[in-house]
């Protein structure tokens, strides 16, 4: 079964898309299930992960309803408010839902870096663990110190660190990939966390090349290895660098050199094992 680990589906004119620039055509713009449908069939993926992209439960209940109407659809990755611990009432509902998978607080967007450290919002790790749902980690590299320390607290906590934690590819710097790979060696060692090969055309330069991105993902193979590595699209967030299906192309000349079994892992078997498809 081929997977597509990380893709979304909005409605701007719902209002609660905060990030997205307005004047932005290529994102600020409707996307749902009719316009996914194409590229999935082109490339013969069966189905997909549906990760939330606005900090609101309605949100979450606009995408379970899409994936009620969408076979493609065999997970969510939804938000609740980790500030708030009343909230857990909503996770408990949420979690009720058979095609609901787990959380993504949108860290990355949040000023504190040590937001995910604070003792009002623990609650919330506590309880995906105790309810066995999956937490995807959106973060960049200053991040990834505190989520160690996280996944050190929660070691129960499935998690899968989302678009390979965003290192900064179009800078070109040593620096920054020495401090990069060595947090994403100590994320592989010392935790059980997956990664998702994802995201990495929109951290690199407009005219990027698979050639920009092997380092990178190289080394996410090597520390990982394949069972725990998932392939996803991020569309339509990708599509400010690359089309579904030259992302896809890239992705599977970079995994080439692993070979057919570490392949189908990547692109679909890893997935199907995290989000128990």
Not at 82 to 111: C, S, T, W, Y
Not at 156 to 183: G, Q, T, Y
């Amino acid at each position: 079964m081929k997977v597509d680990a990380h893709h979304h589906f909005w409605h701007p004119a719902r209002g609660d898309y905060d990030w997205m620039p307005k004047d932005d055509r290529t994102l600020n713009r409707a996307y749902g299930p009719a316009d996914l449908a194409p590229e999935l069939r082109a490339l013969g993926i069966e189905k997909t992960i549906l990760v939330q992209a606005a900090a609101t439960e309605f949100e979450t209940e606009y995408l379970l309803g899409l994936a009620d109407g969408s076979d493609m659809v065999a997970g969510v990755v939804g938000w609740v408010d980790f500030e708030n611990p009343g909230r857990r009432v909503a996770l408990e509902r949420f979690a009720g839902h058979p095609k609901f998978k787990g959380v993504r607080p949108m860290i990355q967007d949040i000023e504190d870096v040590d937001w995910m450290l604070r003792g009002d919002v623990d609650w919330g790790f506590r309880a995906v663990s105790e309810m066995g749902l999956t937490f995807d980690a959106l973060g960049f590299p200053r991040h990834m110190d505190n989520f160690l320390r996280i996944l050190d607290r929660h070691p129960d906590m499935r998690v899968v660190l989302d678009h390979c934690l965003k290192p900064r590819i179009h800078a070109n710097a040593p620096e920054d990939f020495a401090h990069w790979a060595d947090r994403m060696t100590r994320l592989a060692r010392e935790t059980s966390a997956f990664c998702k090969f994802s995201g990495l055309v929109t951290e690199a330069s407009a005219d990027w090349t698979a050639e920009n991105l092997r380092p990178h993902a190289e080394h996410v193979f090597a520390e990982f290895g394949a069972d725990r590595v998932m392939w996803g699209s991020d569309w339509p967030v990708c599509r400010l660098r690359a089309e579904y299906g030259t992302w896809h192309a890239a992705a599977r000349e970079l995994t080439a050199p692993l070979g057919p079994d570490a392949q189908n892992a990547i692109f679909g078997g890893a997935a199907a094992s995290f989000y128990g498809i």
